[in-house]
Nanobody, 126 residues
Framework: QVQLVESGGGLVQAGGSLRLSCAAS????????MGWFRRAPGKEREFVAT????????YYADSVKDRFTISRDNAKNTVYLQMNSLKPEDTAVYYC???????????????????WGQGTQVTVSS
């Protein structure tokens, strides 16, 4: 069974930065696309960023493009989300997810992911 554990969330002022980490169990981490999603209070969960198996391809939601960077370290079974220039509207629970199949393309829809972490809270104060 795959387990994903996020960390790195917290409270930060607008304009600040945070780095989220997601550690995955299992020996096949490098075979799967990984993604980050978030759920803001009162809203549905939404796509944030995704990264291909090798890390060579990434894709971002328009709302975070040029501010957030997704990366991965396959030797450590870990995916990261570097968040800069944070805004109050970035406040949400952030989830990492592993793709349902080992196709190496970009994935930006929830149904394309089979495993989810428990989430980590990010709060940005104005």
């Amino acid at each position: 069974q795959v387990q994903l554990v996020e960390s790195g969330g917290g409270l930060v002022q607008a304009g600040g930065s945070l780095r989220l980490s997601c550690a995955a169990s299992g020996r096949t981490f490098s075979d799967y696309t990984m993604g980050w999603f978030r759920r803001a209070p009162g809203k549905e969960r939404e796509f944030v960023a995704t990264i291909s198996r090798s890390g060579g391809s990434t894709y971002y939601a328009d709302s975070v493009k040029d501010r957030f960077t997704i990366s991965r370290d396959n030797a450590k079974n870990t995916v990261y989300l570097q968040m800069n220039s944070l805004k109050p509207e970035d406040t949400a629970v952030y989830y990492c997810a592993r793709a349902r199949s080992s196709y190496s393309g970009i994935r930006k829809y929830e149904y394309e992911y089979a495993y989810w972490g428990q989430g980590t809270q990010v709060t940005v104060s104005s």
